[in-house]
């Protein structure tokens, strides 16, 4: 008998908490609460732009005779991105699985110097009209040669809607091996 009444408890004890967490679910505040809400008018500080005194006549010359490169160290750091020299040349695709996979068959370009991989292609699907439906991302593991091209052939992006006619995908990111 004892049994009986501490399972019943339990069961009782259980609908206790359910019903509390699903009030405190209800209850709290989310985003769209304070998106509803206008935001306060801030006033607007101007200040009055300080004046920079002219260049002296003596300082223009030495400065022109300082190569771009050293005048602007940020700009002749920065390497550059393993995407420039990569590109798509054809794409096709087509459904498998029960007819809601899409796979994608493109070949890629590399023009780079140096090899890639890791590359992540992004493909976004239309409608026969044009309007979208969905995007996929997906990253492919393998390594493209430098100076050279490599066809993917039926490559799994993820499952689509049932009424995507179109494909189209472009490069998002690659890493340098």
Not at 8 to 33: C, H, K, N, Q
Not at 79 to 85: F, R
């Amino acid at each position: 008998m004892t049994r009986a009444r501490s399972i019943a408890g339990l069961g009782a004890g259980l609908a206790a908490v359910a019903i509390a967490a699903g009030l405190a679910v209800e209850m709290w505040p989310t985003l769209s609460d304070a998106e509803d809400k206008p935001a306060s008018p801030q006033p607007a500080v101007v200040q009055p732009a300080e004046e920079t005194p002219a260049p002296t006549p003596a300082a223009t010359p030495a400065t022109e005779a300082v190569p771009e490169a050293a005048q602007n160290p940020v700009t002749a750091a920065v390497p550059a991105s393993p995407l420039d020299g990569l590109k798509i040349s054809s794409q096709s695709w087509r459904r498998g699985g029960l007819g809601s996979k899409a796979l994608v068959t493109f070949t890629l370009r590399n023009g780079n110097d140096y090899a890639v991989k890791d590359i992540e292609i992004a493909c976004s699907f239309a409608r026969r009209d044009g309007s979208h439906l969905t995007d996929r991302t997906r990253v492919i593991g393998e390594a493209v040669n430098m100076k050279s091209r490599k066809t993917f052939s039926r490559v799994h992006v993820g499952f689509v809607n049932v009424n995507a006619d179109k494909a189209k995908c472009s490069l998002v990111a690659a890493s340098r091996v």
